[in-house]
């Protein structure tokens, strides 16, 4: 859960959170940068600081995140709600969950 309270309590600060899952080894996010914060910045902060946070966690050191992500523009609500429909199919098509509300590390609009 450190990875999800991390980009929780960057809510409304630093970016509007519409949807957030994270999985074993990678997370989805949708969200709109504050207009003080590129999406770059916003992503360097949530590696840098999630990663250290996971390091000091299990007492080690290193690299958690991969260098590169994959970013898209949403341009229109059909595709808003194409995205947060992959994001919420995810971890059930993962087979970590049978239902996406079971699934713990699931953030949609109206959670916080």
């Not at 970016?15 to 709109?32: F, R």
Request: charge should be neutral.
């Amino acid at each position: 859960m450190i990875v999800l309270n991390h980009i929780k309590a960057g809510h409304q600060k630093f970016y509007l959170l519409a949807a957030v899952v994270v999985m074993p080894d990678h997370v989805h996010l949708l969200l709109c940068p504050q207009s003080s914060f590129s999406l770059s910045r916003i992503m360097k902060g949530i590696k840098g600081v999630s990663a250290r946070l996971i390091n000091q966690h299990r007492g080690e050191t290193g690299t958690v995140w991969q260098d590169e992500s994959w970013d898209r523009i949403v341009r229109n609500a059909a595709e808003f709600q194409e995205k947060l429909q992959y994001i919420a199919d995810n971890p059930v098509k993962a087979g970590l969950s049978a239902h996406i509300d079971e699934y713990p590390a699931f953030l949609a609009p109206g959670d916080w």
